[in-house]
Structures are given as C-alpha cells and as structure tokens.
C-alpha cells in the first residue's frame, strides 16, 4: 500500500507475543503501539479527534490547534497536523522529560513549557496537568484554535473501539481472556475493553495505575507523584466506565523500572514505564487466579522509551 501521508499509516500495529519475559502460566501479548508515527498510543485519538472536527466544522482549514499534553498526544497531533496543514501549539509540564518536548518542536509544534504546581522533574502531578490545560484553554481563545480538549472528547474512545480492539481479535484469530491497560484519559482501556468484552463477555479487563495514585479503585492519593508520564493524576477520567473495569492493579516506580529494563533486554523492546506498567500488570493478573492457566491477556505497548 502507497500510503498519501503520515495519518494514512496510523493504526495496524503488530501484536506481539511476550514470550520471553514471561513463560507462564498463560501468554501476554501486546499491540506494540510506540511503532506508530507519532511515536505512541496517542496517535490514534489524535486522528480521530482531529478528522471528526474537520468533518463538522469546528476545525477549519488552517486553523491553529491547541491542547495540553504529557508529549504523547502532543507527537500524535504533530503528526496529524502536519499531513492536515494545521499549526499546533501544545502546553506541557515542565516536569515531563525534555526528551519529548524535544520531539515536539522537532515535529514543528510550538512547544509552552508550564511550571510545575506541586510536583518535580520527572513527576507530574494532577494540579501540574491542570495548570497546562488552563494555559492551552487560553491560547486557544487568543488564537482563535481550536482547542482539542483530549480528556473529554469521545472520539478518543471511539478510535479505539473501533481499530485497536478489532485489530487484536483480528490479529490473535479470537477473543482473549483478560485485557490490561494504563489509565490516563481512559480511551484505550475503555474503547478496546467495550470490544473485547462484546466479543467475549467474560474477557477480564484491569485497569493500572500508580501503586499510591488510584482513585478507580475507590482508594485515597498517597502520592500523586509518581514516574508513570501521562496516567494516574490522581482523578476520575470524564469518560470513564467504570462497569468495564474488573479489577484495578497499581504498579509501583520500582517494578516498572524493572520491567522496562527486562523488556528491552530480553525482548528487545525499548519502551516507556506505563508500557512497562502495563506488561507488569498483564503478569499480575495472570498470577491473580481470576484465570485459568492457559489464558492469554492482551495490552499495549504504549510508547517508545526514546522519549525519556
């Protein structure tokens, strides 16, 4: 296939079998995400927030985009942005890694760098977050953007119910035991959970957060700092399902460090830690007796190490 630009080749990722990080019992498998253009998962919903708002008006030809990203959805906008013929500018934390602040510019976004409320480098917290969503809701006004708005836009879920899911029946050859995924906005774990669960309702979907951060799980925030870029802010997303969630594992900064490192040396996959979160995760559920021995569970490989 001769592809016509970079958001024609969005989607389709290989799925992987984990096989030598994990020998069992039961099988991990992954989309492996951070192979997209953009870099991550975020790619997705980038294109599809972005086509559903040229298609009904609100983002017209050559209009400014503005949002506020962790750098994942910044990169998958940039990229869409670029083969659209739209400027971006994006708000981020100053405490996300200046590596994807980096790729951002690097893609040809304007890239504002917002001080931190209560965090540090490296560890963004919810208020750091707002603090940027703030700034972007006002640059859009000054602009005259259009402001994306990525926490509550439905099209998030809905590219993800419609091609990630799909494509890990499609790719696996059935419906799969358990399904596991780091939360942020929520998108991939609710679109792809709404699609497995219709194809087999019995598929256990877990959603993973920080080990002292996970309000899903009805627990106080002990820490809302935490290394996990880009999930567990310590709130409810607005879409959020909860009756898609079986169950909730936090991760801690010490075993995703581990996993990290253990998926890049034996499996050869340099990823970032809710990547590695989630492998981590996909392993605990397997160990948690919700399965049975032979069950395979599916999750993402979020985004590429390169990042951090």
């Not at 958001?7 to 997209?36: H, N, Q, S, V």
């Not at 086509?51 to 869409?80: F, I």
Request: glycine share 12%; charged share 20%; aromatic share 4%.
């Amino acid at each position: 296939m001769l592809a016509a630009s970079a958001i024609e080749i969005i989607g389709g990722t290989p799925l992987i079998a984990l096989d030598r990080i994990y020998t069992g019992p039961g099988r991990i498998i992954a989309k492996a995400e951070f192979l997209l253009p953009g870099g991550s998962v975020k790619d997705r919903a980038a294109k599809a927030i972005l086509l559903a708002a040229r298609e009904d008006g609100r983002l017209k030809p050559g209009m400014p985009v503005v949002e506020m990203t962790s750098g994942n959805m910044g990169a998958g906008l940039a990229v869409a942005c670029a083969a659209l013929g739209h400027p971006l500018v994006v708000t981020m934390s100053a405490g996300n890694s200046p590596a994807r602040a980096k790729m951002l510019e690097g893609l040809g976004a304007e890239v504002v760098l917002i001080a931190q409320v209560d965090g540090s480098p490296g560890q963004v917290t919810g208020s750091d977050v707002n603090a940027a969503a703030q700034a972007a809701c006002a640059i859009a006004r000054a602009r005259d953007g259009f402001y994306v708005d990525q926490f509550n836009a439905a099209e998030g879920i809905a590219a993800h119910e419609t091609t990630t899911g799909p494509e890990i029946l499609a790719q696996f050859g059935g419906p799969v035991d358990g399904w596991v995924a780091a939360v942020g906005t929520g998108c991939t774990f609710v679109g792809v959970a709404k699609a497995l669960k219709r194809a087999n309702p019995g598929t256990v979907c877990a959603a993973v957060g920080p080990l002292n951060a996970r309000p899903l799980a009805g627990e106080p925030v002990l820490d809302a700092r935490h290394k996990l870029q880009g999930i567990g802010y310590g709130t409810v997303p607005p879409h959020w399902d909860p009756s898609l969630m079986d169950m909730s594992v936090g991760i801690s900064d010490d075993e995703a460090e581990e996993w990290r490192r253990t998926l890049a040396h034996r499996e050869g996959l340099y990823v970032g830690y809710s990547a590695a979160a989630n492998v981590c995760a996909a392993a605990k559920l397997l160990a948690s007796g919700r399965l049975t021995a032979d069950a395979v569970v599916a999750t993402v490989l979020c985004d590429t190490g390169l990042k951090y």
